[in-house]
């Protein structure tokens, strides 16, 4: 009897999401549909408002990975009026855009993701002298004496034992998957309270230059924070020094402890390098510009379509494109003008409304028919996925050399051969890899700035588009940005100094995206089919593989046969975070 | 474990006398207990405690009660009040959730989820009937029947009535959960409320701001556990204690204010020097939050410190205030004028003082006075 899973919420970066999969005898998934179960209408918001003001609006789609929908934003209004920023402004830029990733990439590994593969309850048994003398081989962290993983674990035994906090409790722990020895567990539950702590203080560049997180500030034309040395209300040289120290700490911390434990890890779980990929597309719109904004050659990240695993054939996608670059509604709760088998490019995109699914409360969604408030985007009629696995993919087609040699690193690390990464452990290992990219990235950014500074080139802001007046009647723009779960674009439409139209493909959308027109699953709903459930009540292997696409998440489970009854409840309890 | 003290947990859970006092000294300063001098306040059986030193005082409170329990909903948000607590400086998330209060249900924070929440929020709804505190982050969409934000297939309204109903107070983190925020932004495409709107019948503590401070929030909840009691709100259910001056009352740039020097743009010679922002929109004057006193990032910035307009963010219908770079612009529809009240007023005494300045944007003038009329 094929048995349909249902799991709600699952509460994304831009609210919730539900996911329903169909599993047959064997306990293998067939079938999984994923569903946007949160709107705001923020596009529709939108219309007739400032640009300037945009970034503000958009950046609050998501409090978790804040900033990138201002920074798509701000360019989308910058590539439209034709600004070019200064190049102090784009280093302060690439600085914020850096230490969103390290930030945001270490969370999620250690309060989404980690435990996934950490049982935290087996950590009660760890020695911790064993604990101390893995932590010692592994890395040079000095937080590693006996004495130090003891009082953790005593820590953690209190909470347990208490049965009143908490946050561990519930979950699925003694799962038959979960394959860490209680030494590794308490190590990694040991880093999972460091890594809150540490988190506390890696958002002060933001708070730096954009006042405060979540939500910082910007402004289209450069960045708000001027630069005066001998100012106390500018960036000088104790700012830059706060800077400097923030950065150098994200770098221990990524150096020392987030690659260790993922090498660590990984190698009990080399199973999940043979499944959890899906679909074979990838996507990126690209990251870290050099001086010119728009010149897409000089991005760390590549702009970049692969299809099919293809790496020796990497295509660069024109977001322009309006044959190419579509979003599909066939099966979201939206309408459009031309109809349902219709695709639109953003900068013609429609925002209707137009809800068709069950009334609330409800158990199960019509598949059949329309089943999300997410889009559908295409490539070219083809889904893709967007995130880590795609950048360093991208990357590494390239030839990025920091990239090749931390791939093949950990490829040669955990022994396996290099189709692996196309899989859930490959996504997972994809976001240390590029994390690792970028934190060291920061120095350069840093050492640039500096050296901008000392040459006199101070200029933060370009103010000669600021007044309305001085823009055409119309002009259109598109805003770019790799944030931290993928690529992300913002289309935006300007008619008499308003927006006309505006138009946000988020990275989830593209992952998280319901079927289209032609019935083509998206990247969570292809990258499910085929996983094995060792025991599918506690479906284990599909939030390793969900979360390992990095949306925020907790997640309700229940099970009902395919006449809609439910036969039994559980909890997945897997999605400890504080996000 | 019911019964046992905050103080007996903390103590279980690794923290030295000397540890907990320094807490306590962290949560009454986070409350804005004067820890310079002895204070006088209210005890739990309302006897007043004279010359008690603010620390004494938290950790006399905190020695003697049990962890307030905390049932924690999300609804039309971007999660960002949540992300900004886990940024909070002293009390430390950490600090709040392993020894003050006890997260019967938090959909991000539990490491129970799904059915296996909703069941310990259903047992806790039940077992702390009357006790617990009630938090909301994001706002509630109740049109079309409550289809454009559904948890586990039931409409976030009902989830939060049936929350409501045992609550002895409810806390709406956030600009959504307390005026409905940017879903409510014109022309509301889901119908988005704040919690005030829909629950009427139970205390409702605001603490508005996009995202809140968190020190705010962890304070307004310190307050409960020290006193017993909420802290003293304003007329938008704000604590005072927070929410009682403007930023502008509190700004490091007020000087220059006083003294009529304005930044004209990011980046000009004024910009540099720190000069007042209001010629580029700042909302400071209008707007009752505490960023410019307890800062963001234990007192590393704030948006003004760093160079940028305040947007008003702690204030009903911000978003429609006319542009975040239009100077002086205050929300001009009926319920927003009404709510603002008093700030407006601030506003436009402030807006005479700069009228002079503004007129050298001639150019543009006319052009602004157009996208006003058409009611921006």
Same mark, same amino acid.
């Given at each position: 009897?094929? !048995?349909?899973?249902?799991i ?34 923020i596009?529709?918001i939108?219309?007739g ?5 945009? =970034?503000?609006f ?8 804040? !900033?990138?929908?201002?920074?798509a ?23 914020m855009?850096?230490? *969103?990733y ?22 009660l048994?760890? #020695? ?5 003398a893995? *932590? ?10 006996p ?10 035994? !209190?909470?347990? #034992? ?13 799962h ?15 880093? $999972?309270?460091?890594?809150?702590? =540490?988190?506390?203080d890696?958002t ?34 104790? /700012?830059?020094? @706060? ?8 770098i221990?911390?990524?150096? *020392? ?10 190698p009990? $779980? ?5 499944f ?7 996507? !990126?719109w ?29 295509q ?14 066939a ?22 409304f ?11 969604? #019509? ?21 880590p696995?795609? /950048? ?31 899989s ?23 050492d640039?700035l ?18 309305p007046?001085?823009?055409? /009647? ?17 289309w ?22 319901p079927?289209?027109h032609?019935? *083509?699953?998206?990247? $969570?709903?292809?990258s ?11 479906? @284990? ?6 979360h ?11 099970m ?11 909890a ?6 504080f996000? | ?13 690794? &923290? ?6 320094k &807490? ?40 003697s ?11 039309q ?31 991000t ?69 307390? &005026? ?24 409702v503590?605001?603490i508005?701001g ?6 705010? %929030?962890?304070?307004t909840v ?5 006193f ?9 259910h ?14 490091l740039?007020?000087?220059f ?8 743009? %990011? ?9 007042c ?21 234990g ?18 219908? &911000? ?6 770079y ?22 436009a005494?402030i ?24 009611g921006?």
């Amino acid at each position: 009897m094929a !048995t349909r899973i249902v799991i709600d919420p699952i509460t994304r970066i831009e609210g919730h999401l539900r996911i329903e999969a169909t599993v047959d005898a064997s306990n293998t998934i067939t079938k999984a549909y994923s569903s946007g179960t949160m709107v705001r209408g923020i596009e529709k918001i939108l219309k007739g408002r400032d640009p300037r003001d945009a =970034w503000a609006f958009t950046q609050r789609i998501c409090g978790v990975c804040t !900033t990138v929908h201002s920074f798509a934003s701000i360019r989308s209004v910058e590539d439209a009026l034709s600004i070019k920023i200064p190049k102090a402004a784009n280093l302060i830029r690439n600085l914020m855009i850096a230490q *969103q990733y390290v930030h945001d990439h270490v969370m999620h590994f250690y309060h989404l993701h980690a435990l996934d593969w950490v049982d935290v309850v087996s950590a009660l048994q760890a #020695d911790p002298a064993q604990t101390s003398a893995i *932590q010692s081989k592994i890395s040079s962290w000095p937080k590693s004496s006996p004495g130090y993983f003891s009082d953790v674990q005593k820590k953690v035994r !209190t909470i347990v #034992d208490s049965g009143q906090l908490s946050i561990f409790t519930n979950a699925y722990w003694g799962h038959p998957e979960y394959k860490l020895p209680p030494e590794v567990n308490l190590l990694a539950v040991t880093h $999972y309270l460091e890594a809150l702590d =540490w988190q506390k203080d890696a958002t002060k560049i933001h708070t730096i230059f954009g006042g405060k997180n979540p939500h910082p500030n910007f402004v289209v034309g450069g960045v708000p924070l001027p630069i005066d040395l001998n100012s106390d209300s500018a960036l000088n040289a104790e /700012r830059l020094s @706060l800077i400097k120290d923030s950065i150098d700490k994200m770098i221990t911390f990524v150096d *020392q402890v987030y690659l260790p434990d993922l090498l660590a890890i990984a190698p009990f $779980y080399l199973k999940y390098g043979s499944f959890g990929e899906g679909l074979g597309n990838f996507l !990126t719109w690209g990251e870290f510009p050099g001086e010119d904004n728009s010149d897409v050659s000089k991005f760390l990240v590549p702009r970049a379509v692969i299809l099919n695993r293809d790496l020796a054939n990497v295509q660069m996608p024109d977001p322009r494109d309006f044959a190419k670059m579509q979003e599909y509604v066939a099966h979201s709760w939206y309408g459009y003008k031309g109809g349902d088998q219709t695709g639109l490019h953003p900068w013609q995109g429609e925002t209707n409304f137009n809800y068709t699914g069950p009334k609330p409360p409800y158990e199960l969604l #019509d598949v059949e028919r329309k089943y999300s408030w997410l889009k559908a985007p295409r490539w070219a009629e083809t889904p893709m996925e967007v995130g880590p696995l795609a /950048r360093v993919l991208a990357m590494y087609a390239r030839g990025h050399k920091q990239t090749r040699e931390l791939v093949n690193l950990v490829l040669s690390t955990l022994n396996v051969p290099i189709t692996a990464v196309f899989s859930t452990l490959g996504r997972t290992a994809a976001r240390a890899i590029e994390t690792k990219v970028f934190a060291d990235a920061m120095r350069v950014y840093y050492d640039d700035l500096v050296a901008e500074i000392k040459a006199g080139h101070t200029q933060t802001f370009n103010g000669n588009k600021w007044e309305p007046l001085t823009w055409p /009647r119309r002009a259109q723009g598109f805003g770019y940005m790799e944030a931290p779960r993928g690529a992300l674009g913002h289309w935006i439409v300007i008619a008499n100094r308003k927006i006309k139209n505006y138009q946000i493909v988020v990275p989830t959308t593209w992952n998280a995206s319901p079927r289209d027109h032609k019935g *083509q699953a998206g990247a $969570y709903e292809a990258s499910l089919v085929g996983t094995p459930l060792a025991k599918p009540e506690w479906p @284990l292997e599909v939030l390793r593989t969900i979360h390992s696409f990095d949306p925020c998440m907790a997640c309700a489970i229940h099970m009902v046969d395919t006449e809609g009854k439910e036969v039994g409840e559980t909890a997945t309890g897997l999605s400890v975070s504080f996000r | 474990m019911a019964g046992k003290s905050i103080y007996e947990e903390m103590k279980e859970n690794g &923290f030295t006398r000397r540890g907990f006092i320094k &807490f306590c000294s962290a949560v009454a300063g986070a409350i804005g207990l004067n820890l310079g001098s002895p204070t006088a306040a209210k005890s739990e059986s309302g006897k007043v405690v004279r010359g008690l030193h603010p620390a004494n005082l938290v950790s006399r409170a905190l020695s003697s009660k049990p962890r307030l329990p905390v049932i924690w909903l999300e609804f039309q948000d971007c999660c960002g009040c949540s992300e900004a607590l886990t940024r909070s400086q002293s009390p430390t998330l950490v600090d709040l959730v392993l020894s003050q209060i006890t997260v019967e249900y938090h959909e991000t924070l539990s490491a129970a989820a799904g059915f296996q929440a909703e069941d310990a929020k259903t047992a806790a709804m039940k077992k702390y009937a009357g006790q617990y505190v009630l938090v909301v982050e994001g706002s509630i969409p109740p049109k079309d029947g409550g289809v454009y934000c559904t948890i586990g297939g039931k409409s976030s309204l009902s989830l939060l009535k049936e929350a409501a109903a045992g609550a002895a107070a409810i806390i709406a983190t956030g600009n959504c959960a307390a &005026f409905g925020g940017i879903p409510k932004a014109k022309p509301n495409p889901t119908g988005a409320v704040g919690v005030m709107d829909v629950i009427r019948d139970k205390p409702v503590v605001n603490i508005p701001g996009c995202p809140a401070i968190p020190e705010a %929030f962890t304070g307004t909840v310190a307050h409960f556990l020290v006193f017993g009691s909420l802290p003293e709100l304003d007329h938008l259910h704000r604590p005072k204690l927070f929410y009682g001056n403007t930023i502008h009352d509190r700004c490091l740039r007020r000087p220059f204010y006083e003294a009529g020097k304005y930044a004209a743009s %990011f980046d000009d010679e004024g910009a540099r020097a720190g000069w007042c922002l209001n010629k580029l929109g700042c909302k400071g004057p209008i707007t009752y939050n505490a960023c410019a006193s307890l800062k963001w990032g234990g007192g590393l910035s704030f948006p003004i410190q760093s160079g940028h307009p305040c947007l008003g963010c702690s204030e009903p219908n &911000f978003w429609d205030g006319g542009g975040f770079y239009q100077g002086q612009s205050a929300p001009l529809d009926r319920p927003a004028l009404l709510t603002m009240g008093a700030a407006l007023a601030a506003g436009a005494v402030i807006g005479a003082g700069v009228a002079g300045a503004n007129t050298v944007q001639k150019k543009s003038a006319r052009r602004k006075q157009e996208s006003k009329n058409k009611g921006g």
